[in-house]
């Protein structure tokens, strides 16, 4: 019985954006029969199911983010004077230095991803440690610039900058609380050695999650804190 032949364009979309998230898959040899009794033999290639779930859903987290920040846009345009005056001044050098912080997280997810692919317990305890480390000095900063800004007078329910602003950067903090609990269970799993060199699916999933995470900061420092 002939086997199902892919179309000829999943090869360039593997070779393109779907092989750097999975790294190395099973292979497996297909053979494909012909009328004259002829076989090739070729290689299979296949995207975990949870890798194409998470750039999908990440893909959706985008455009939440988008249009919160272009709330906060729309918010902006609507003032002659932004932020409203007697409204303390954003600390602008604790935001830098939270992105130095996811940005510092992001290689220590990229080095755990890759020493799971060569087999390397250690390496990947190692950063998914730091990674989560990391994380959560983020949030403790992020906490801490909350304290402080409604010490000094900037809430939630005083005006529409409050309003918007702590709604975009509480948004940024609860999918950073969301990616924190899932690199605790993913270092769960890893002390009980359920990855592999061939089956680290999941951890490259919230890689990609964390990321998107990582990647939104720059963007929302840019709107926020300097537009």
Known sequence: MAQKIRPGWWPGIW??????????VPDTDTVITGGGGGGASRRS???SKQVIGMVIFVISEFMLFMSLISAFLFARLGHDVWPPPGQPRLPMAFALFNMALLFASSLTFHHAVRRIRTGDYRG???GLRWTLGLGTAFLLLQGFQWWRLIAFGLRMTQ???GA???VVIGMHALHMLIAMAAVWLLLRQARQRRFSSRNHAPVVAWRIFW????????VIFLVVYVV
């Open 124 to 126: 990947l305890l190692f």
């Open 45 to 47: 290639f296949f995207a």
């Open 159 to 161: 005006n529409l900058f």
């Open 164 to 166: 918007t602003f702590y």
């Open 211 to 218: 990321d998107f995470i990582v990647f939104m900061w720059p």
């Open 15 to 24: 070779e393109g954006p779907i092989r750097p998230f999975v790294g190395r």
